[in-house]
């Protein structure tokens, strides 16, 4: 298999090259990675010709998808490679400009499904960053060294503290307003107000300033933490690392384990990792995703999770989901509803899970929960259909349930097939259910599921641990539907059917309106509000028509505009 | 002036027939209003010809603006002249339908802006509803005779109580996403999963169920909260709106104020209201609307606000802004900006709230706070740039000076311009800015404006009375610039021109963002989330494209589909 930027050469359908989301630092070409201790430092650094498809320069530090691939790849290995670093100290390595955002020529060349996509998982990544800090003992410093610009603001706003230097050629701007016509689309917006929280109409100034603003008027404005003069920009960045660092929860002395390339076995329409298959049906338009369940018991200890180290079941199956959801998504847009199907024994995930709740204090074993989370969030923004089917034979048990909580649907078999010996199949509550992974509204998929019944909760959690058949699933408001062999075949197929019938933009409307009962969050408000909205403006003439400001920038023509207000 | 049917036949712009939203139940075509005690009968018997424009037939109880026009002003004529009335029947005056909801062909007809609007317009009604139900004393109950459908379920959903009656014909449906590849538009999805809590894979089944749900699931499911044979659904609701008009904090004996017809003059590009004036600047465009002060104080007792009715200068004034929100709303899409002024005696605006805060258990008093809290919320949600300008002889003073908190940029002149001899413009906070008017986020203007400096909030609260000038006011937070003459008119003309420069769907995506710091409400939520992903769907072609379903209803022929997910 061969990597060239993020473009897996060998898997070209219909002559469009697929994107692949792995890679590793001695292959990256826009960032360094280095160590300092328990700093490691991420610099920017856009090679111009690097980019992910032809058709534009990365010049002033600008950034594609490539890019951002890069960075998250680069956040995972800080995460599970070096544990004893406790900060992350991001700046450029060019010597005139932080970052001008997000390239320009590249989005207005793209499709509208790319710029989505783009957006979204450069959304994730950021709030990775902050899940990050805010539960994984990992701060975040942004030394703005230049112009940062658009989604290199964006980027910066994702860390715990920005210092800026305080000369006449640094500044933050967010210009998408008045130069592109489109929005800040990388929770920027929502970060001035919701999490920077500054005032109003300093946002609305801001926003509508192309050149942004700097120096003492940026601080007093909340939109960076701390001046400094440029001479004294890495060390005081430094400085405020390691005192961020200080109280860190990560071992100083840990010893990391290695994310080795997953490598997944390609046959036909399947895709194979260790403890995941997917299986693409282009008629019915459906993936679906078998989770295969652990063969064996955990490691005893926490010394054997670490000698397991990529192997360690629970993580190996985080790492083959977020990469069979991330191919998905971006490779394949006519596929629109996920089948999730578990194959195995209830009682080794069961031991699985007991063995992240008994050493959750341990480094690894944390990360190993928090990426399940992010995966697992990934799939409450993704804008496919999420069905799940429980069959006998499968494992739906603890951090397994979480796909049948996630799901859109959910169908489960009472009984058994004709000619089928197995067990009928059964579900389980685990602990982990009531609190390890909450969505992006904050709450827990039983507790947005049980908004309106906080006594079916309470029921819930008494239940921990028991095998419940489809009936008594169905009744404690664990699965949609249970219907019997008569009707399973015909009614999941109907179900498949009729949603592959539907118009795929309304489904995406629609589920994205009915996932996220209750509060909302940071985190949902941006794949919300602001991306609902940015997916609209991407829409619109104003900004993407012939004559719109992204499609004509750089022509030396201003975009023209419809200046009516919808 | 001439009405007809909502659209004011003396007022036409480029030969399209303006807009009009005032109406009296004499001239309602759709609905009936009628009165048993304390208890209003709202009945929907919409008239088939009556369309608000030509090119459709509102068949089946289905409607149109018009018909939520006319709901709107029944609304606002129970809440003023009828005080007795404690709670609305809604039902429906056909023998075999409930509604049909929007009417499709008209929404397949409409150009985008008119079906963003109509739905804007159609959230804020259900909205008042609830606000009414929780604030004014006033129950909402639905009794559903036959079928009730996407907007028409929608209408009931927001009522406190749907009885449903429990036959073959009648059932509840959203058929949106399987029949027109939109979305049910006016807070259906959220009011399912956020009021109601229905479970969100029960209500993913819902929503793709062009037939909807009937009987006992419809019960079971929390769609409806009671069943009753066909034959008691009128007895049954009207022994639920009795319940629920027990408690009510209106008067029984109340005695109601006529809302005369407002009749605005209008003068070329000026609409003259007797305590507002609203003037074009078509080059601009911009809409300036100047606020007049109050000409005396209040009336010293209750009996004298009641005696001087729609004329009470707090009610008068809600009643002229609300409706040139709306007529610019909806015959102005291409002024961008409303520039906010004001002109007149602080002193007097302050003895106004200080009448409204002294009277607020009255009824009166009461319903015209809430309606100054409606109006308000409007601007909140309104695609156009909000800018408050601050002058000498200006009096932005307590409930006024939430124009300038709900400005996207407030200016105010430090000093005076050279041969004004006024002294210098002040403004002051009142008790009304710390709780009366809420956003639709459900914090105040202020307390959203200060989320990042709770000091801020305390410190202006000590301040209330207090007249500010510019220094003080900007020091406070409470305007965003204050230039001094040298710079005042250039500043604001720039800013002016500057906001007609850009792109008017970047603008309102960028605002709709920066204006909700902060938690969200059911309200916010259905104004930022959904409704940013319903302008999405309507501007894609799956939905309202030469092939989308939208467009094709009617036709026989299925719209065809872009099958890729985004």
Same mark, same amino acid.
């Given at each position: 298999?061969?990597?060239n930027?993020g473009?897996?050469?060998?898997a070209?359908?219909a002559?469009a090259?697929?994107?692949s ?15 300092e201790?328990r700093l490691?430092?991420l610099?920017l650094d856009?090679?111009e010709?690097?980019g ?7 010049k002033l ?18 995460r599970?490679e070096?544990?004893?670093?406790a ?17 320009i ?9 790319e ?11 950021r709030?990775g960053?902050e ?10 410093v ?15 706003l994702?860390c715990?503290?920005i210092?800026m230097?305080?000369?006449?050629n640094?500044s933050?701007?967010?210009p ?5 016509a489109v929005l800040?689309?990388?929770?920027g917006?929502?970060r001035?107000?919701d ?6 109409d300093?946002a609305d ?7 942004g ?7 007093d404005w909340?939109l ?8 004294k #920009?890495g060390?005081?960045?430094?400085a405020r690392? =390691? @005192?961020?660092?200080?109280g860190?929860?990560r *071992? /100083?002395? !840990?010893?990391?384990?290695?994310l ?15 403890? #995941?298959r ?6 019915? =338009? @459906? ?6 369940? *652990? /063969?064996? !018991?955990?490691?005893?200890t926490?010394a054997?999770i ?12 985080a790492r083959?989901?977020?990469?069979a959801?991330l191919?998905l998504?971006?490779?394949e ?10 194959e195995?024994?209830?009682d080794l995930v ?11 204090s341990d ?18 923004v993704?804008s496919r ?8 034979g499968s494992?739906?048990?603890g ?8 799901a ?11 000619g089928?010996n197995?067990?009928p ?10 609190g390890?992974y ?8 039983l507790?947005?599921?049980f908004l309106?019944?906080p006594?079916?909760?309470e ?16 009744a404690?408001?664990l699965?949609?539907?249970?219907p019997?062999?008569?009707d399973w ?5 109907l179900a498949?059917e ?5 118009s795929?933009?309304?489904l ?5 309106s009915l996932?996220?009962a209750g ?8 794949f919300?509000r ?8 991407f ?8 004559a ?19």
């Open positions: 298999m061969q990597y930027a473009i897996r050469a060998d070209c359908k002559g090259a697929m994107i989301f792995e890679t590793a630092p001695e292959r990256y070409k826009h960032w360094r990675l280095a160590f201790g490691a430092v610099t856009v090679k010709d690097g992910l498809k032809p058709g534009y320069e990365l530090n600008s950034y594609d998808l490539g890019v951002d691939i890069e960075l998250h790849d680069a956040l995972q290995r800080i599970f070096h544990p004893e670093v900060a992350v100290l991001l700046t450029s390595g060019k010597e005139r400009v932080f970052s001008a955002g997000a390239n020529r590249m989005l207005s060349q793209a499709s509208h499904s710029k989505v996509n783009f957006c979204k998982f450069t959304n994730e990544t709030n960053m899940d990050a800090s805010r539960h994984g003992g990992l701060a975040f942004c030394a703005v060294n230049g112009p940062c610009a658009g989604g290199g603001y964006e980027l910066a994702a715990d503290w210092v230097a305080d000369d006449g640094t933050v701007s967010l998408e307003v008045p130069l592109l800040p689309g990388t929770g917006l929502t001035l107000v999490k920077r929280m500054v005032r109003r300093r100034f801001f926003c509508t300033t192309e050149e603003l700097k120096g003492k008027r940026a601080l909340r960076v933490d701390e001046l400094v003069p440029r001479s #920009l060390e005081a960045a430094r690392a =390691r @005192t961020l660092a200080a860190s929860s *071992p /100083a002395q !840990g010893k990391g384990i290695r080795a390339p997953l490598a997944p076995v390609r046959e036909g329409e399947r895709i194979l990792y260790p403890h #995941l997917v299986s693409l049906d282009r008629s019915l =338009r @459906t993936a679906e995703l078998t989770i295969l369940g *652990p /063969a064996a !018991g955990p490691p005893e926490v054997g670490h000698a397991s180290g990529a192997e360690f079941w629970p993580l190996a199956l083959a989901l977020d990469d959801i191919h998504r971006a490779n847009p006519e596929i629109g509803t996920w089948v999730f199907k578990s195995g024994d209830a069961d031991a699985m899970d007991a063995a992240l709740l008994a050493h959750r480094w690894l074993v944390r990360e190993t929960t928090l990426y399940l989370k992010r995966v697992l969030k990934r799939l409450d993704s259909t999420i069905l799940t089917l429980v069959e006998p494992c739906f048990c951090t397994l349930l979480e796909l049948v909580l996630a859109d649907r959910s169908y489960m078999l009472a009984g058994a097939l004709a089928d197995r067990p199949a059964s579900l389980r509550l685990g602990e982990v259910n009531f390890a909450p969505m992006p509204n904050g709450l827990t998929r507790a947005s599921r309106g019944e006594q079916a909760l029921t819930a959690r008494a239940r921990i641990g028991e095998a419940l058949e489809a009936e008594a699933a169905e404690a408001g699965v949609t539907f249970a019997d062999e008569i075949s015909e009614e999941v197929r498949l009729e949603r592959a019938s539907f795929p933009d309304a995406s409307g629609m589920e994205a996932r996220f509060p909302e969050t940071l985190e949902s408000k941006i919300g602001l991306s609902a909205w940015q997916n609209w403006i829409q619109r003439p104003n900004a993407t028509g012939e719109g400001a992204l499609k004509r920038y750089g022509t030396g023509q201003r975009g023209e505009f419809d200046k009516r207000r919808v």
